[in-house]
């Protein structure tokens, strides 16, 4: 865009701070991306003259444009750590992003999922040409609780078949070793004798590859989850009317392991989650176990006269 020509300085200060201040590569590019269109807004304006009411102008348009609130905060978040970096390297002197208030967003939300039922399911309903990847890269969302970031990140090396494990890189770049059900440890193994050769090196190490012979892409998982689904749908039509994406592979993964007794903790490890209170919105699971054992609660009152 021409408009961005003006700003080539300020994004290449914003792109190496994230990358000194070791950000994710996701985040990198979720703040790029929120940036660039951010300065398009501005039409060439310098940084210094941004005022706070155009910040929240640009804001309230990406909620115009059907975008919800947790998109548009984490916009907010991109400007205001842009200027905290120009007023770091001094391009400006003050931050008008710092004082905007964030979007509500709607607290305790239960996370939807799968019946155990309808989870096993999904396997069964995949007859793709690449049946054998697309059936392990579902098993493992729905019985490892895999990232479709993490399905990307795989590598050859990351599976140890002689102890069923697989070692996951996960968001903010953390790693967490998963033990693997046999079946799947075996479907895994199994799967890299049909696995597509990589057409180069960079690629090489790559668990899951595409028909032409690269990494296979974010987009791709997600086609191989909404193919999954519409079949699902076929079958089960009370999913009508369900959001259904590849995260509530791992939601139903999770919402399982609760409701099978694990312990918090050993859910919150499996999941990659830093902070326990992003585990803790599954335990909605318990609202019904707590329903059931209330029921058979027989109290025994004194009469109150009338």
Sequence with gaps: MATLEHYEQELELFLVYMKDREYSK??????MHDIKH??????????????????????????????????????????????????????????????????KIEKNRKPTFLEKQILDACTQMISSKYMIRDVAIVALMAYAGLRVSEIVRLNTFDFRYESAEIAVFGKGDKWRYIPLPQEIG?????????????????????????????????????????????????????????????HKLRHSFATDLLRNGTDIRTVQELLGHEDISTTQIYTHVFDETKKQAMSNVRPVLPKLAK
């Excluded at 996701?26 to 703040?31: C, E």
């Excluded at 199994?190 to 960079?202: A, Q, V």
């Design 26 to 31: 996701d985040t990198q590019k979720g703040y």
């Design 38 to 103: 951010f300065l398009s807004s501005l039409k060439g304006k310098q940084l210094s003259e941004v005022t706070p009411i155009q910040v929240m102008h640009h804001l309230t348009s990406i909620r115009e444009t059907g975008a919800g609130a947790r998109y548009r905060n984490r916009s907010q978040s991109a400007i205001r750590l842009l200027f905290k970096v120009m007023i770091k390297f001094h391009v400006c002197t003050n931050n008008p992003a710092l004082d905007i208030e964030k979007a």
């Design 186 to 246: 075996e479907f895994l193994q199994e799967y890299l004798s049909h696995r597509i050769r990589p057409r180069n090196k960079k690629d090489e190490m790559a668990f899951f590859v595409s028909q032409f012979g690269r990494r296979i892409s974010k987009r791709m998982v997600q086609t191989i989850a909404e193919k999954t689904f519409a079949a699902l749908l076929a079958e089960y039509p009370q999913l009508q009317g369900v959001q259904l994406s590849a």
